[in-house]
């Protein structure tokens, strides 16, 4: 049963960075497509990032690009989203998702299969 598991959520100021995690289990995961997906308050879930696991290609959402970075930990079994330059819009629930699948161009949630439970992230200003 695969099992994906985030942490390093918490509060934040503006500009500020945070890395969550992703600890994933259950098989191995050379042919997934790892995603971070989020949710504000009243609003729909949000594509954030994706990365193929075996040759480490990435896809952003244009909010995040250049300050969001997705990256992978193979010994740890672990997909990580750096966040740097934090704004109060980045504020939400985190979570992590992945697919069987080849493509990293997939930023939509019903094509993910497997969930996190979620982490959450409070940008302060």
């Known amino acids: 049963q695969v099992q994906l598991v985030e942490s390093g959520g918490g509060l934040v100021q503006v500009g500020g960075s945070l890395r969550l995690s992703c600890a994933a289990s259950?098989?191995?995961?050379?042919?997934?497509?790892m995603g971070w997906f989020r949710q504000a308050p009243g609003k729909e879930r949000e594509f954030v990032a994706a990365?193929?696991?075996?040759?480490?290609?990435?896809y952003y959402a244009d909010s995040v690009k250049g300050r969001f970075t997705i990256s992978r930990d193979n010994a740890k079994n672990t997909v990580y989203l750096q966040m740097n330059n934090l704004k109060p819009e980045d504020t939400g629930v985190y979570y992590c998702a992945g697919r069987l699948g080849y493509s990293v161009y997939v930023r939509t949630r019903s094509d993910y299969d497997t969930w996190g439970q979620g982490t959450q992230v409070t940008v302060s200003s």
């Open positions: 990365m193929r696991w075996i040759n480490n290609s990435t």
């Open positions: 259950g098989r191995t995961f050379s042919n997934y497509v």
